[in-house]
């Protein structure tokens, strides 16, 4: 008898349903083992509390094209793993405990940097884990893609796309506020697409003088309007240059709901322009995962279903210059996948005339 325990965790995404399919038919297509599925619910909370249910055919059917999962999925941050939980239990103990029990002879762990951390911790333990790359931040070191990704950069695309019509009716400066956390990938990507006039990423600190020469080299030139992509990490060149306790004291004090409505009263100041705002936030993080998503998740979970039945464990399955791998947990965990400001990515998007800011 083979018993996988799968968990999804951390932020949703896209494709989180179309991978556990994978997985499934995977192992069930190539074994003559008897299989048992259990799925935990919400995420490590359900490991913790011994909350799952067998996972059946029937699961898995019809869900190749469903966003969100069907287990569930919570957020149990990394850095609170070793406080007890609200009825005095240890969380790492409550986890092994759940996978002890079970008799799991593996857990198959889908998420993101958070998520990946806990998965190493409990594969040091001396569980049997392996983990599926997904988030729509595209931050996981190790792997050039996640799945949900290129899900999310269509719909920050469209989104984009739409401001286009009412931002050139008013003559007016957009903001699209994009996701991704700490990283640019999700913004630089849906800013290209989307045929942004200014992307602005973490990674790249700008300069509001540099914005504002933009608007108005671009209103001499009769453009009415100025789409700026804006990731929800941007960072200007003075605050990336604080200390990370003068940022922090600057934060406290900070009145605005994020960095793009800040940008858009300095702007306005700047400039008297009509600035708006708009942040799509978890939209992009919704609905049905597109094609290559559908296509990747299915790849990856048929993998850690090879993976599983060879008793490949301790790894995230990845994918690096376009072949599945596996990457060793301990060296994704606590490393973020940023964007390098001089790939060759960010120099043609420059070469094509699109302003990151910073000159
Ligand atoms: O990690 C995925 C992500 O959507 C980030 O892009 C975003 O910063 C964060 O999650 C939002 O988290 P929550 O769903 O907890 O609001």
Not at 191 to 197: L, R, V, W
Request: proline share 3%; hydrophobic share 40%.
């Amino acid at each position: 008898m083979l018993r996988i325990g799968m968990l999804t965790s951390g932020g949703d995404c896209q494709a989180l349903n179309a991978a556990m399919r994978g997985i499934f038919k995977g192992i069930t297509r190539n074994t003559t083992e008897p299989v048992e599925f259990y799925g935990f619910e919400d995420g490590y909370k359900g490991l913790m509390n011994s909350r799952f249910r067998l996972l059946t055919e029937d699961d898995f059917a019809n869900i190749l094209t469903v966003g969100g999962t069907i287990l569930g999925t919570s957020r149990v941050p990394f850095k609170t793993i070793h406080d007890p939980l609200p009825d005095g239990r240890d969380k790492v103990a409550s986890m092994k405990q759940t996978y002890y029990k079970l008799q799991l002879d593996c857990l198959v762990v889908l998420g993101g940097n958070g998520s990946v951390k806990t998965a190493n911790l409990l594969s040091q333990e001396g569980l049997n884990i392996i983990t599926l790359p997904k988030t729509i931040d595209n931050d996981l070191w190790g792997t050039d893609m996640t799945f949900g990704f290129q899900s999310a950069v269509d719909i920050a695309t469209r989104c984009i796309d739409e401001i286009h019509t009412t931002a050139s009716a008013h003559g007016r400066v957009f903001i699209v506020e994009v996701m991704g956390h700490k990283v640019g990938w999700l913004t630089l990507n849906a800013g290209i697409a989307g045929g942004a006039d200014i992307i602005l990423l973490p990674e790249i600190p700008y300069d509001l003088n540099n914005i504002v020469n933009v608007i108005e080299n671009r209103d001499r030139n009769g453009k009415r309007f100025t789409i700026i992509a804006a990731a929800e990490g941007a960072i200007s060149k003075s605050d990336a240059k604080l200390s990370k306790k003068d940022y922090q004291k600057k934060l406290e004090k900070y009145t605005f709901p994020s960095v793009s409505y800040e940008l858009a009263d300095q702007i306005t100041k700047k400039t008297g322009r009509e600035v708006r705002v708009t942040v799509p936030g978890h939209i992009q993080r919704g609905g049905a995962p597109v094609a290559y998503d559908r296509v990747f998740a299915s790849r990856i979970g048929a993998e850690g279903a090879k993976f599983i039945l060879k008793k490949k464990f301790g790894v995230m399955v990845g994918y690096k210059n376009r072949e599945i791998i596996t990457v060793p947990l301990d060296q994704v965990a606590g490393r973020l996948k940023t964007l390098d400001p001089n790939a060759d990515i960010i120099k043609e998007a420059k070469f094509i005339g699109i302003s990151f800011g910073d000159d």
